[in-house]
């Protein structure tokens, strides 16, 4: 099998919804097409926001989202915000190609580290995450602002 890491592309709008809608459907996070639609558009335009994807022999079966922002210790941050390998296609090296792909956007961007969220239930992909990088032990509070 050949493994390719590169921008998403428009042509990988179909294949590309399904698997972030697997991701929203993991985390239990409602989308509607319109917000797919918007997402999708941003992802494209790179409005802030960039994305990869992972294809095996030329099927998209993984993707990662990601975003840059400032901090007050560094001007130049990455958050790897959504990453998502289709099940069938787990344990043969697309999330942590993927995240690969995203450091070294980080990397191009001179950003002081690279990070992301999991729930800390989501044993199968802490095991990767342990391998790849550090657990610093931060739990994560979110306030509702409506």
């Not at 428009?10 to 997402?39: C, H, I, N, Q």
């Not at 409005?47 to 993984?62: I, M, P, S, T």
């Not at 790897?80 to 787990?90: E, H, I, M, T, W």
């Not at 802490?126 to 602002?145: E, P, Q, S």
Request: glycine letters at 8%; charged letters at 25%; hydrophobic letters at 45%.
């Amino acid at each position: 099998m050949h493994l390719t890491i590169a921008p998403l592309t428009a042509a990988d709008r179909a294949p590309w919804e399904a698997l972030a809608r697997g991701y929203k459907s993991f985390y239990k996070t409602d989308v509607t097409a319109a917000d797919m639609d918007r997402a999708w558009h941003r992802l494209l335009a790179e409005d802030g926001v960039f994305g990869v994807g992972a294809k095996l022999d030329g099927e998209l079966l993984g993707i990662g989202h990601y975003l840059f922002h400032t901090s007050v210790w560094a001007p130049t941050t990455c958050y790897l915000q959504d990453l998502f390998v289709a099940p069938a296609a787990r344990g043969q090296g697309l999330a942590r190609a993927l995240i690969g792909a995203v450091a070294d956007a980080a990397r191009q961007r001179q950003a002081s580290r690279c990070y992301w969220l999991t729930q800390d239930d989501n044993v199968t992909a802490r095991r990767l995450y342990d391998k790849v990088a550090r657990f610093n032990g931060f739990i994560r509070y979110d306030l509702a602002l409506d």
